[in-house]
Nanobody
Framework: EVQLVESGGDLVQPGGSLRLSCTAS????????MGWFRQAPGKEREGVSC????????YYADSVKGRFTISRDNAKNTLYLRMNSLKPEDTAMYYC??????????????????WGQGDQVTVSS
């Protein structure tokens, strides 16, 4: 059974930083590109970032480019999302997901068959 477990979400002030982690089990981690998505209350789930199987290729949504950094440690079966300069509009439930490919595409949710349960990030003063 594939399991993706997110951690690291918290309440943080605007301008602050957080690092999310996602630990995977039940799959061969480096066979999959991995992504981060987020969903704010009343909004659609949106793609945030994606990283290829080796980590050599990354993709970011325009809204987080320059502030967020995705990375992975295949030896630890773990995906990360470093979030800097956080804004209130970054407040959302953050989900990690495993893609059906070793490379990232357009961050289309339908390309990601495996999902974690999510972790809450709240940016507020």
């Amino acid at each position: 059974e594939v399991q993706l477990v997110e951690s690291g979400g918290d309440l943080v002030q605007p301008g602050g930083s957080l690092r999310l982690s996602c630990t995977a089990s039940g799959l061969t981690f480096d066979d999959y590109a991995m992504g981060w998505f987020r969903q704010a209350p009343g909004k659609e789930r949106e793609g945030v970032s994606c990283i290829s199987w080796s980590g050599s290729s990354t993709y970011y949504a325009d809204s987080v480019k320059g502030r967020f950094t995705i990375s992975r440690d295949n030896a630890k079966n773990t995906l990360y999302l470093r979030m800097n300069s956080l804004k209130p509009e970054d407040t959302a439930m953050y989900y990690c997901a495993a893609a059906n490919s070793v490379f990232c595409g357009e961050l289309d949710r339908s390309d990601f068959p495996y999902w974690g349960q999510g972790d809450q990030v709240t940016v507020s003063s």
